[in-house]
């Protein structure tokens, strides 16, 4: 089966530091989105790209978040500098003309 | 822009009955809605997809309903079985430009045997 695959799985960094989460998507799909999910505030969107243009970023705190797809299989989203307030699940997923999305296993960020 | 509700945060039913969850959204009907199903520590794994056209929708033990005039949608699980316990996502257009999907918090379903 075909999966989106994000890198890493896990993540514990300090205050200030930057951070690099990576997601390989689906060979073929032409949507990516980053979200962010907690307990509190369940799955956020931050951003969408389709056939790799941002398309919207409205929900990324823009300061210090950034959302990149450098080509088809890579996207990236970088937090610089990192707060514990971070601290969540980011997940990746791909898709193609909104029929369905397939999400990644996701990158646990803790920030202490 | 779209917001959505999954009234019950949990759900526990016995092994064999009928789960019921809802999702409602507040404003303008979208065009689909769409479930998914997350367990602990995985990313959401879709299950079914359903459009404005379409009152109803089964996949298997599964069954979807969308009401545009309440704004809702009904997603059932028909003779549940414990491996049916996780949390289920409703998720719909972000807005009438037909963007991102966004998502609700979820229900989660705890089967008992």
């Known amino acids: 089966d075909a999966r989106v695959t994000q890198t890493p799985r896990h993540k514990v960094t300090e205050m200030g530091q930057e951070v690099t989460m990576r997601c390989q998507p689906i060979l073929g799909h032409n949507t990516v989105f980053w979200y962010r999910q907690t307990m509190m505030q369940g799955l956020e969107l931050l951003a969408y790209?389709?056939?790799?243009?941002?398309?919207?970023d409205s929900g990324m705190p823009k300061d210090r978040f950034s959302a990149e797809m450098p080509d088809a299989t890579l996207a990236t989203l970088k937090i610089q500098p990192s707060e514990p307030r971070d601290s969540a699940v980011y997940f990746c997923?791909?898709?193609?003309?909104?029929?369905?999305?397939?999400f990644g296993s996701g990158t646990r960020l803790t920030v202490v | 822009s779209q917001k959505i509700e999954q009234n019950s945060e949990a759900l526990n039913i016995q092994e064999g009955k009928t789960a019921t969850l809802t999702c409602n959204y507040t404003n303008y009907s979208p065009a689909y809605l769409q479930w998914y199903r997350q367990d602990p520590g995985r990313g959401p794994v879709f299950l079914l997809l359903i459009r404005e056209n379409e009152k109803e929708k089964r996949k298997e033990r599964l069954k979807v309903t969308f009401d545009t005039t309440l704004k809702q949608s009904l997603f059932h699980i028909t003779a549940s079985q414990p491996a049916d316990s996780a949390t289920y996502l409703c998720?719909?257009?972000?807005?009438?430009?037909?963007?991102?999907?966004?998502f609700g918090k979820g229900t989660t379903l705890s089967v008992s045997s």
């Open positions: 998720a719909l257009e972000q807005n009438q430009a037909g963007t991102a999907l966004i």
């Open positions: 790209f389709r056939n790799r243009a941002p398309l919207d």
């Open positions: 997923a791909s898709g193609l003309d909104a029929v369905s999305y397939t």
